[in-house]
């Protein structure tokens, strides 16, 4: 699971940092899935690695500009790449009216599924056969969602060498073994899935919380997270402001991190006031918060994460 930041700055965008979108590439599918869509977007995802045409869900965490003013930009791009799969948008109301409404005014239409889903309360956001998004509350000044992407959890190796010395014949009944069930053969002996299979799989957990100050409820998301993005707004020295505004400092985040029990956290949505080489620059939110949660990195432009499988 690769995690890619295309933007990570906070209310407006800056020569080295855009605002809000991170992309996470599910394993094996070709798929890309966005996490807010800020103005701009589409053109990082044209200076990345990533494709386009393989944007398949794109989840809004609240209607600030910041991070939902590239959309309409993007899906009407999308038009005009085959985009035949369709795409999923989901986000806090008015979202739905906001895409009907601009679709309107600028005569804009898709030729390919679009759906949008407004999210209205804690939950399930999505699911398949491979993952579910969930969503809760953030503490902001307009209503906020942070996401959660859970893979779930998946059967182990199947040894097919041993099933075959078995005399077990390849087929339905492999499938079954691979389930975990048991099977019976012909001649009446009898083998559990158990047998053939090694440790299951645990899924990895991504979570992704902006714009907020520390809540439990960004804690409760978090729980056990392979990995945490979170918002790193503003410095420590300015704590004041950033309850004031309802937005996160670094050492907040890492705070949540902490009580989450997340394996790794990476801060991004720096407010531009923090420039390197000011007074107070980047790198500093990075130290706060790792003097709170070690397990931190600091975001940039074109950054990206893999999260691996615990061992």
Not at 258 to 281: Q, W
């Amino acid at each position: 699971m690769r995690i890619t930041f295309l933007g990570t700055s906070a209310g407006v965008p800056t020569r080295s940092r855009n605002v809000s979108c991170v992309a996470l590439r599910p394993p094996q599918r070709a798929e890309v899935w966005l996490f807010d869509c800020g103005e701009g977007t589409q053109h990082q995802l044209l200076r990345s690695e990533l494709n386009i045409s393989q944007v398949a869900r794109i989840f809004i965490t609240h209607m600030h500009g910041d991070h939902m003013l590239g959309l309409m930009g993007l899906l009407a791009t999308c038009g005009m790449t085959a985009h035949a799969r369709g795409i999923e948008v989901y986000g806090p109301r008015p979202l739905a009216d906001y895409v009907r409404e601009v679709s309107r005014r600028t005569q804009f239409q898709t030729n390919y599924p679009l759906n949008v889903t407004e999210v209205r309360e804690a939950g399930l956001v999505f699911e398949d056969d491979e993952y579910a998004v969930t969503c809760a509350p953030l503490k902001h000044r307009l209503q906020a969602f942070g996401y959660r992407v859970q893979e779930k959890d998946r059967t182990g190796h199947f040894d097919v060498e041993r099933a075959r010395a078995e005399g077990i014949p390849p087929g339905p009944l492999y499938g079954k073994l691979k389930r975990g069930e048991r099977v019976t053969l012909d001649d009446g002996r009898t083998f559990a899935g158990a047998d053939f299979c090694g440790p299951d799989l645990k899924g990895r957990g991504v979570v992704y919380c902006t714009d907020t100050t520390y809540c439990r409820s960004a804690v409760e998301l978090a729980r056990d997270a392979d990995l945490l993005i979170h918002e790193a707004t503003f410095a420590e020295a300015d704590e004041g402001l950033a309850v004031r505004s309802t937005h996160s400092t670094a050492a907040m985040a890492g705070r949540v991190a902490k009580e989450a029990g997340a394996r790794r956290l990476v801060i991004t949505h720096l407010s531009p006031r923090y420039f390197p080489g000011n007074e107070t620059a980047p790198e500093d939110l990075l130290q706060e918060a790792r003097a709170v949660f070690p397990e931190t990195e600091l975001a940039h432009d074109f950054l990206t994460v893999d999260v691996g499988r615990r061992e």
